[in-house]
């Protein structure tokens, strides 16, 4: 209505969203459960109740990388919004539904891992990530399609982010399938799409 | 008392407002409860545990949707409003309060869903929004009887706002009612409701 | 160290104030429990069981207002805070200690109020707000005393405010003694005085 | 990009950190478990459950203290900081990672402090310190590396927060060693050093 109207709206949603992923991200420390060995365990049993925590420790680190990533991103893609209208609303809070997600599938993944159920753990958390990719492509393509963007956003910076929203979502899609044969493999290939990413933005960025 | 402070005012209640928000909406998430199926547990058994979770992930996915829609809504409004007083801040307050109270009738419809207890879980479930239904009319009535919109805002808005209001409560009541009938026509009614809301939010802002 | 830094200053305390307001206020739905009857219980028993949360209810309600009426205040007086130093971050993290420590309280209230326990339990939740009492009186000693305050406060509203913390102070004694005698009593003198707060944040801020 | 983005980044990375440091403090309060003495519990065993709690009223106090501190020292720093890139912020997400893991090894310690695990508890607990303390000097070395500061913090001001680190890094260390020994020495030394700190923010910046 007022000129800089628009600009508070970014705004508001920015700081909504940090909100959501700062919870996300603070929540997944809920999962690691405290030992309850009884108020007569001695060091030596809580040490080792304590490193047979690993998986948790895994999953935690894993997700909070995860996260962390997404935010950073989301943080660069808003750099280039320039309006917010009601259907980006939307389909940011698609994408932060799957974000708030994520602390359950670490849970049940923290549970599992080294136990016989693994690859099932895995695959759902490969799998909640194939389902983060669509949300994320969703967003980007509300925002294109809607004009969002500032004028000097160009359409090759468009195009790559396209390409690199089309690998991820193959690679998570294959990090599920494989996960079903080794929930090692699966996982590996998520936190390499992860580093990966985490590169490109140094270098792009930087 | 200088010229900015009500500017001031108005973000420092939305920043809130959007924390308590973005709190509850992501503590959804904590209703879902990892399947505790001891550590010998075969993948087919935790997939099949994973898959009775379907109710949670109803229940995750509509509150989530009303959540949304609701800070959708709230953020529309508070476009209009112009000056922050403390009857505002109370009645803002009150509304937050039936927000933050959502994830608990989320986690009891979980629960039931599915089960002997599902009528009164939805009627439980509906009710809580006949409440915020509530809320949110205490909401508009403060903000409008002491004058805290811009000049702009047209009557004609003001009363259409309020029409709209009305007939969500009609909604959620009726929701209540027929819940104890059947929990799918109950929560169905609130579904439809939203996505109504949805659609009129696209219509009248974009 | 610029003329602006210290408005920025102020800025950050306040979101990270709101922040924590947020959280406490919305940690408190998690006292609710889901009452765990087994899915094969009817509608009647769950109706039932869910009638029985009243006393969650009651200390839902009435920590939220208490949080909610803090938060108005805090609100209030920031406007009169001009500078922020660090004795004053520690005063007014003090304070958000006890704040953060609201929902713990609030939950051994719901556990015991109308059982035995009661008594034991309110007088524990109004020595809380003892303690409160003194964060916020340690809050405004260090912000007067360190002239963070802006030129224009007047020292009759200074000791207004002095006024009504002492007020507030011997209230809360006085309800924590006689919480052992009667829990309604204690509780009911708690209410009293944030009714009477809330009232007079209407009557002198608007 | 514009000349005002860098300022803009700033203000949202600051945003986020305070939203985790907020979450990750209130949090905290979850360590507490109401005593679950079923609904005949006299008031003389509930205020006898109740003072069995210390353990966690100093886990509690002291985590809370540490988080405040750390959160006050992380304000001090930005305050110098003027560019914001996207190693700076990983290095900043790693130090939060460390930040939202503190509520689980306050609740170990809360556990066993006072049994015969304390000793493992404490030592646990110190060394998420050291960690923490690994991951502040990252942030500071990729801040001070990258040239991120503004052009007014002397070198001296820079080399005499690196003596901090390094002092603060060695008196962990030191208490995750003395923590096998005794509980109490090594948390007594957390403690002083969380004295010393918050002394020396008051006499460095008031």
Chains 1, 2, 3, 4 share one sequence.
């Not at 700081?15 to 997944?28: E, H, N, Q, W, Y």
């Not at 990533?69 to 932060?96: C, E, Q």
């Not at 996960?179 to 390499?192: D, P, Q």
């Amino acid at each position: 209505m007022t000129p800089e109207a628009p600009a508070k709206e970014t705004a508001r949603v920015e700081a909504f969203s940090d909100g959501v992923f700062a919870i996300a991200i603070t929540l997944l420390v809920l999962e690691f459960r405290v030992p309850r060995l009884g108020h007569d365990a001695s060091g030596a049993q809580l040490w080792s109740a304590l490193r047979e925590l690993w998986p948790s420790l895994v999953a935690f680190f894993g997700s909070f990388a995860a996260i962390l990533i997404m935010w950073v991103s989301h943080h660069g893609l808003f750099r280039m919004v320039k309006l917010v209208d009601t259907p980006f609303l939307y389909a940011n809070g698609f994408m932060l539904l799957m974000v708030t997600f994520v602390p359950f599938p670490t849970a049940v993944l923290a549970e599992y891992l080294g136990h016989p159920g693994e690859r099932v753990a895995a695959a759902f958390y490969c799998f909640t990530f194939v389902l983060m990719s669509i949300t994320f492509q969703l967003w980007w393509w509300t925002t294109t399609r809607r004009r969002l963007l500032y004028e000097h956003v160009a359409p090759q910076q468009v195009a790559r982010i396209w390409r690199s929203y089309r690998r991820g979502f193959a690679v998570y899609v294959a990090a599920t399938a494989l996960s079903f044969w080794s929930a090692a493999v699966g996982l590996g290939l998520c936190v390499a799409l992860w580093v990966y990413w985490a590169r490109l933005s140094y270098r792009t960025e930087v």
